[in-house]
């Protein structure tokens, strides 16, 4: 509470307690905690007259830096022309880019408070509203309580058993048992499924090594195993015969476009307690769902052997099975530290990973478990470690570990990625060692190289004394770059880190450009670089990944930028003087354009209510005239500049056009426009020359809402 708000109360208690209610000099008291004059008689004044208190105002003072209310979502500042404080609220400050937890507000005493969160209710009984921070929009699914992808006939669907999954207009009439599967109202009509391979009895022969085709259209549940995947399953045979002689090995791998699968192999049709080997569904990089099994020493004897092969799905969909057959083979022994198998440097080994265990934790949490390797260098040395996986299914995961290695404290590095890579300078003599694993069953080609000890980059950590000048864009080279920030905000990969220095209080835009198909991350960090320095980060896969943070306190900082692949990129920060964020509560068309100052700013708006009165060459076509209502900015340059207009934080999917006058709206720059959807709001970076320009705020399609606008304006 601060000192001398209580004051117009205990002035008047003193007045109505001795009965006088004027000055001495006749005249009304004056409340210098109004803004208006208290008066005698039946006016407003008196002890509880005037307008109410200024909420922004506090104490007295001769400059800004005696205003400081500890609030960090106020603009504190010294108001020279009634000599007090003024805090200003700014909600912008307190925004934690989450769409789905609604907007945060600044309270003037309470700091950042939680927003509201967006109400998705749409009053339809024939929808699932949800809230999908992905995409950030409210999502209205049709109703479909049994998750067969088909809605209930009653909400416009096609279901008429909408709480049995294996009935709907999706699926195939099933022969010969009596029920209407596809909601055609006709029972096993003429064209009718008859199901392949739905028993043992009628089992699908595999004899040797080929690829098959199978489907459980049609097919009943019969064979229940351990992996057997969740919701309505169906279950086809395959038959596998193991010819006379010695024992072999059986991998397995069944495939579909989506629908989860399993695969397993048992000694016995129709008893679960025989079951040999069971592979659970997984996602694979190839698309789709995968399984795998890897089964050692089968068969052998004088007479041949048929194991039954289940194959299962969620739901009917076609399976691609193929099959190995292959020498009797003994299970991998080195799943621990202590059973590593020892690596010969620069000789690349397969690796397969189907059913290792989980020993090691790592950072990278892979999904499958892990085989370890060692290896010894006599000198210090750099050190590449590579992995890929020779058959697209599972995402290479990889750890590199020091000599202790059992512990997630003695884990070095680690990378998970289709071309999975770690590199690590300068490594001392001595023992290493590299553990392997993937997010689905995979063969995996591991290679380890060796070459000799090297001086780290300049910008290798967050020792780093390379500078970042704001509004100037460096490219950034990750070659010889190791992974060792770790900030919590984007997973291992490499990195590079800069020094930026901010002179006050500041708004700091970050931005990463990153190269085709690579994904990273960009971080304002304190100069130690602990998570518990994190200022400010974003990630993602498409370029230009982009972190804001306004009102960073004067100081040094660390600007860390990710790279997954290792590729190059390109960084900038671009730092302006914090300031108050300008609401934008009109400019509805050329008449009240907002002016953006020279230096650029920070607006808000809302779209929602304001008119439709321009279009724009990168809208999508239809709808009505002009598109989306829209909103009107004006910026006028004297000399040549490089103008970055951000819109992330919006509520909606954004459309941005700039337009170059003098007269207004004048015509679309090249380049100029472009559409935001999702979370991946409008960004455009332009050198405009002198002139005047209107920047245009705008929706795709026909979408409206809140918005913000972070504006730099900076040397070319």
């Not at 105002?57 to 205003?67: F, M, N, S, Y």
């Not at 028993?199 to 195993?225: Q, W």
């Not at 052998?300 to 092969?309: D, F, I, M, N, T």
């Not at 880190?497 to 198909?517: K, M, N, T």
Request: aromatic share 4%; with cysteine; charged share 20%.
């Amino acid at each position: 509470m601060r000192a001398g708000r209580h004051l117009p109360v205990l002035v008047g208690l003193i007045f109505a307690g001795s009965g006088v209610l004027a000055a001495c000099d006749g005249e009304a008291p004056t409340n210098p905690f109004t803004t208006g004059t208290a008066s005698g008689g039946g006016a407003q004044g008196g002890a509880g007259g005037g307008t109410p208190v200024d909420p922004e105002l506090g104490g007295p003072c001769v400059e800004d830096a005696q205003c400081d209310d500890g609030v960090g979502c106020t603009f504190d500042r010294c108001d020279l022309e009634l000599s007090r404080c003024r805090f200003k609220r700014d909600d912008s400050v307190c925004d934690n880019g989450v769409f789905c937890d609604g907007v945060e507000l600044c309270d003037q005493k309470l700091d950042c408070g939680p927003g509201v969160p967006p109400s998705c209710t749409d009053a339809n009984v024939c929808t699932i509203d949800v809230c999908v921070e992905a995409s950030q929009i409210c999502e209205h699914a049709p109703r479909d309580a049994d998750a067969d992808g088909d809605p209930d006939e009653h909400c416009g669907g096609g279901d008429c058993q909408d709480d049995d999954p294996a009935v709907s207009s999706l699926t195939e009439e099933i022969c010969g048992n009596g029920a209407d599967d596809d909601c055609d109202e006709q029972v096993d009509e003429a064209e009718c499924a008859s199901p392949a391979n739905d028993t043992c009895a009628e089992a699908l022969l595999v004899t040797g090594t080929g690829t098959y085709a199978m489907s459980t259209a049609g097919a009943s549940a019969d064979y229940p195993t351990a992996c057997t995947p969740m919701g309505s399953v169906r279950d086809v045979v395959a038959e596998i015969r193991v010819p006379a002689g010695p024992p072999i090995d059986v991998v397995a791998r069944a495939r579909t476009a989506g629908a989860p699968v399993s695969v397993a192999l048992a000694g016995q049709c129709g008893n679960a307690g025989t079951e040999i080997a069971c592979g659970a569904s997984f996602a694979s990089m190839n698309g789709g769902q995968v399984s795998r099994i890897h089964a050692r020493g089968v068969g052998g004897g004088a007479s041949e052997v048929s194991l039954p092969l289940y194959v299962t799905t969620a739901g009917a969909s076609p399976v691609t099975l193929d099959v190995t057959y292959g020498p009797a083979t003994t299970a991998p022994t080195n799943e621990t530290c202590g059973t590593a198998a020892d690596l010969l440097l620069g000789a690349p080994v397969e690796v397969e990973i189907v059913d290792a265990a989980t020993d090691l934790a790592s950072a990278c949490e892979p999904l499958l478990g892990e085989l370890v390797y060692r290896f010894t260098l006599a000198s210090p040395s750099d050190v590449d470690v590579y992995a890929i996986s020779l058959d697209g299914d599972g995402l290479p995961v990889v750890s590199l570990r020091d000599a202790a290695c059992a512990l997630l404290t003695d884990e070095i590095a680690c990378h998970a990625s289709t071309s999975a890579h770690i590199y690590r300078n300068a490594l001392p003599a001595g023992d290493y060692y590299v553990a392997v694993s993937a997010s689905a069953p995979t063969t995996v080609s591991l290679n380890v190289l060796a070459s000799p000890a090297t001086a780290p980059a300049p910008d290798e950590d967050c020792s780093t004394s390379v500078a970042l000048v704001p509004g100037q864009t460096i490219d950034v080279s990750f070659a010889d770059h190791q992974d060792d920030i770790s900030l919590g905000c984007f997973g291992a990969a490499t990195d590079a880190a800069y020094q930026l220095s901010l002179g006050g209080p500041s708004d700091v835009l970050l931005v990463e450009r990153i190269s085709q198909g690579d994904s990273g991350a960009i971080h304002l960090a304190g100069p130690t670089c602990g998570e518990a320095d994190l200022v400010a980060c974003a990630f993602g896969g498409k370029s230009p990944v982009r972190s804001r943070k306004r009102n960073v306190p004067a100081g040094d900082y660390r600007v860390v930028a990710e790279s997954n692949l290792g590729q190059p990129a390109q960084v900038t920060a671009f730092v302006r003087d914090y300031a108050p964020a300008t609401l934008v509560p009109f400019a509805d068309d050329c008449a009240g354009a907002q002016i953006i100052p020279p230096e650029g700013g920070f607006f808000q708006g809302n779209t929602s209510n304001v008119s439709a009165n321009f279009s724009a060459g990168c809208d999508q076509g239809g709808g009505p005239p002009n598109g989306a209502k829209d909103q009107l900015l004006v910026l006028t340059l004297d000399q040549t500049k490089r103008v970055v207009l951000d819109m992330q934080g919006s509520t909606y999917d954004t459309l941005l056009d700039v337009r170059e006058g003098p007269s207004c709206p004048g015509t679309e720059v090249p380049l100029g426009c472009t559409i935001g959807v999702g979370q991946s709001k409008s960004f455009l970076d332009l050198t405009l020359d002198p002139g005047t320009y209107y920047v245009q705020i705008d929706g795709v399609g026909t979408a409206t809402g809140a918005w913000m606008l972070d504006v730099h304006v900076v040397d070319p």
